[in-house]
């Protein structure tokens, strides 16, 4: 039985920038990633996506991610780049690998995936959200009889021609998706719990790392990073989201009270149909990995920074602001990766040998 001092669970951004780190430490480190290949959850995005800061912007630790002399980089230059860095640094990885469950032994833990099984004396887990996206429980939705498709699951906008298309949620996947689609169908409506808010068309998405440093920066000091203005949710204005609103589409209605078998009913009386509903309501932390340690509660583990509070040996990377400000974000994961590395290599050292 071969025991690697640290096994990482998923094989993307977040993934990556920890073994980057962790090789600095001559620790043994074997990367278990779901995917047939490397690219992480980008590889499922939609035809159309592109970041929306330019490459400098969007690079994990080391190695900047090389332009493609477009303004943003597309889906698929994100994902030749992810597989790029894994090549460039050597990392170990096993793929395609579906952890299932992570049990903690005496000194260590056995990480499955059916009936296979790896041993570590740390786990790591770095699974992002993609595969447990997330459908509000709203009325009605079971009785809906047209099309639903989450934003995970959209590709382009060619499934929706001529259709009466609801959009529902408020962040940037939505304000995107409803761009083009808009473009193809006989009607859309863009539904969201509150106003969306539009950041100047002459800042990207830049402005949204330099507020979530800001919020860092209060943490270590010991501020409440709730004072700090600005949100993390504002749309980017990318120019397919300028057109939409040169067309007049880019206007949003507050969500509807209920669904119909043919469409939705608003709490003023006003009903609507609809052939489809595109879900951009975003997505909870892919954990179910982690249900047989007993740790999760409401699609989370407690954490203090990266560090499970609850299971000595384990830490969630990547995951959003709980561990850590713009930790989900390509650019953003680097310094809970730097903090996590030195935090393993610590414990690592700390641990009596058995």
């Not at 073994?19 to 043994?28: C, D, E, G, M, V």
């Not at 860095?85 to 499955?112: G, I, M, S």
């Not at 004072?227 to 993390?232: A, K, Y």
Request: with cysteine.
């Amino acid at each position: 039985m071969t025991l690697y001092d640290v096994i990482i669970v998923g094989g993307g951004q977040a993934a990556l920038s920890v073994a980057y780190f962790l090789r600095r430490t001559n620790r043994s480190v074997l990367i278990l990633d779901a995917e047939d290949a490397g690219g992480g959850a980008w590889q499922h995005g939609w035809d159309s996506l592109r970041l929306f800061s330019p490459a400098n912007w969007s690079s994990i630790a080391g190695w900047p991610m090389p332009s493609s002399g477009e303004q943003y980089p597309s889906r698929d230059q994100v994902v030749s780049y992810l597989r790029q860095y894994e090549a460039r640094y050597n990392l170990a990885v096993q793929r395609p690998v579906l952890v299932t469950a992570v049990e903690r032994r005496d000194h260590d833990f056995a990480v499955k995936a059916g009936d296979r099984s790896w041993h570590a004396r740390v786990v790591v887990s770095a699974t992002g959200t993609w595969r447990n996206p997330f459908i509000p429980e709203l009325e009605g939705r079971s009785a809906f009889g047209g099309l639903q498709v989450h934003s995970a699951h959209y590709i382009s906008p060619s499934a929706f021609q001529g259709l009466r298309v609801m959009v529902v949620g408020g962040g940037n996947s939505g304000a995107q998706i409803l761009a083009e689609v808009s473009q193809v169908a006989a009607s859309t409506t863009w539904a969201t719990l509150s106003p969306p808010a539009f950041l100047a068309d002459d800042v990207d998405g830049r402005v949204l790392f330099e507020r979530a440093t800001a919020r860092w920066q209060a943490i270590q000091e010991g501020r409440d990073p709730t004072d700090l203005p600005g949100g993390f949710g504002d749309v980017v204005m990318v120019p397919p989201v300028v057109e939409a609103r040169a067309r007049g589409v880019l206007h949003a209605v507050e969500t509807f009270e209920t669904l119909t078998a043919e469409g939705a009913l608003w709490a003023d009386g006003t009903s609507r149909t609809y052939d489809a509903i595109l879900w951009c309501t975003g997505f909870r932390p892919a954990l179910q990995h982690l249900e047989s340690l007993g740790v999760v509660a409401d699609s989370k583990v407690t954490v203090d920074g990266t560090r499970a509070c609850d299971v000595p040996g384990l830490w969630l990377v990547g995951y959003g602001e709980w561990t850590g400000p713009a930790s989900a974000t390509l650019i953003g994961v680097m310094r809970t990766a730097r903090s996590t590395a030195t935090e393993i290599d610590q414990y690592l050292t700390a641990q009596v040998p058995a």
